[in-house]
């Protein structure tokens, strides 16, 4: 094995202080739902957490617009292909941003002529290192998964991974690309970065995946003569197309602009590729047998999440219970669907979207716990002392306390955004809405306000409540960023803006001087009885 591997991954220019995440593209076959949501807003709050950190963060999305099963789904809706993934990119864009995520690069991968020249490129880097060569394939190919599988891999005749449909037998001269060559490489990539992998388990389906023995795929499709040309002109055979899966992969590239632009340079290797468990033998295998191949550094992080079902159900079209994200921020709110989603469903496992628990965090977590506590802080602050934020006087204990507190949230903040566990970061955050409302209940500043005696301790009562709120808003910003700034605005202070968790993020690095009440956060949902 060749030393050079294990130390291509740190490649990238050290003086810039670069983040790059990358989030799956979708097959635009029908319109995004909920079950899309969770890893676009992950990746989403992930890039502004690294922005508040000061760092210069990316993030490339994107449509798989290369797929047979594109060609299909604008054929059973009555229109060319250009025209439904035109509607769907719309359609896509207008989904994303309902949830407050607007990518630095959005990939469309027929549409864009850059991206046509990077997959080239990187299928000529391949074949001048030599792991490209023709060769006859035959095998059960199902237009859904853009993949071929061999006969024990049918379930009852039918694809493995969609019992509607039964694969069709084809067999035809394409290209390979020989991932049998990279199983030790890859094998000893996997050991020396125990996190190349996250979470840690999936490692192992992967690492048992190689030591099985790689197989070689095809990386070329042949046009057929009755159907339209779709897809990546192979560079010197015209008569091919690229596999779908080897330009998609491409688009982590094109979204920083290679081969042309040095730029990329400054961005890769990626911090993260988060995709759904189902492509994880593209990303794992795949993919950085491609980039070895290419003499390109490996990504630091491919980050594999769970599926999402609706109300206890898979999610399909067919069965209807597909949940628009247009529709349900339009109803709840961007910011509570944001939270809901990072909070209530692990990242890492399956979770279930339920109309009635978003409804439970709402009113709980979001009108309860944090709303209230803001507007304690800003109208008591009014009532006692004409709306101007005193400054802490005589700390006791509990202030050494609730201090102690923002510190721990801080932390747990920090370790659930590096492991990509968003939840437990907001669980960290949430730590500190609580304790302040705590605090609150121990101090009474009710009662202090009755006896001018007590005026210092009631400075130091609405002074510290009011530091813990400016750092539980910079903390939940990534989170809910509307939210983090209507928090600011009620301190009177300036929204959140890239580097404040570093340069304001901690306790008496910067003042609430005075408060500006605008009502409550989150007004609660009354449920009806029934649901
Ligand atoms: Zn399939």
């Given at each position: 094995m060749e030393g050079t591997i294990l130390t291509m991954t740190d490649a990238r220019d050290p003086d810039r202080d670069t983040y790059y995440v990358t989030a799956a593209i979708d097959y635009p076959n029908g319109a995004p739902h909920i079950g899309h949501s969770l890893e676009k807003v992950g990746v989403d709050a992930m890039r502004r957490y690294q922005r508040l950190r000061g760092r210069d963060a990316r993030l490339t999305m994107g449509l798989d617009e290369n797929s047979q099963h594109v060609v299909t789904a604008a054929g059973r809706n009555g229109v060319d292909v250009q025209t439904w993934v035109d509607r769907m990119e719309s359609a896509f864009r207008a989904a994303w941003s309902s949830l407050g995520i607007e990518p630095d690069a959005f990939v469309r991968t027929n549409a864009d002529p850059r991206h046509a020249e990077a997959s080239r490129e990187l299928y000529r880097r391949a074949r001048a290192a030599g792991d490209i060569y023709r060769s006859t394939y035959a095998g059960w190919y199902c237009p859904n998964c853009n993949a071929y599988y061999t006969d024990d891999e049918l379930v009852e005749g039918r694809c493995p991974l969609h019992p509607s449909i039964v694969p069709e037998w084809l067999e035809e001269e394409n290209d390979f690309f020989a991932l049998s060559k990279y199983g030790d490489r890859l094998l000893a990539h996997i050991e020396a970065n125990p996190?190349?992998?996250?979470?840690?388990?999936?490692a192992a389906e992967v690492v048992a995946t190689i030591r099985q023995g790689l197989r070689d795929f095809s990386v070329s499709r042949a046009l057929k003569p009755d159907r339209e040309p779709w897809g990546i002109p192979v560079p010197s055979d015209d008569g091919q197309v690229l596999y779908v899966w080897f330009d998609a992969l491409t688009t982590y590239l094109t979204g920083i602009g290679f081969p042309d632009d040095d730029g990329y340079r400054a961005y890769w290797p990626a911090d993260a590729h988060v995709i759904g468990k189902d492509i994880t033998r593209f990303h794992c295998l795949y993919w950085p047998a491609m980039l070895l191949s290419a003499g390109l550094p490996l990504p630091r992080h491919v980050v594999v999440h769970g599926f999402l079902t609706a109300e206890g159900q898979r999610i399909s079209t067919t069965t209807g219970n597909v949940i628009d994200p247009v529709a349900v921020t339009a109803e709840f709110g961007t910011d509570p669907v944001r939270y809901y989603l990072l909070r209530d469903v692990s990242f890492a496992s399956d979770g279930d979207f339920s109309r009635a628990n978003l409804i439970r965090r709402h009113n709980d977590d979001l009108a309860n716990d944090l709303g209230n506590l803001l507007n304690r802080i800003v109208s008591m602050t009014g009532r006692y002392r004409g709306g101007t934020v005193p400054e802490p006087v005589e700390e006791t204990e509990a202030e050494v306390d609730l201090r102690t507190v923002a510190g721990v949230a801080r932390q747990a903040a920090e370790d659930g955004f590096t492991a990509w566990t968003m939840d437990r970061a907001i669980d960290g955050i949430w730590t500190l809405v609580r304790r302040t409302n705590q605090y609150l209940e121990g101090r009474e500043p009710w009662k202090l306000a009755k006896d001018p005696a007590n005026a210092a301790a009631l400075d130091t009562t609405l002074g510290s409540a009011a530091e813990a709120m400016r750092l539980v808003g910079i903390y939940l910003a990534p989170a809910m960023p509307g939210t983090a700034d209507r928090i600011m605005a009620q301190l009177g202070l300036p929204p959140v803006a890239d580097g404040d968790w570093t340069s304001k993020g901690t306790w008496g690095a910067a003042r609430v001087s005075h408060v500006v009440p605008a009502g409550p956060l989150f007004p609660r949902i009354e449920v009806e009885p029934t649901a």
């Open positions: 996190d190349f992998i996250l979470p840690r388990p999936r």
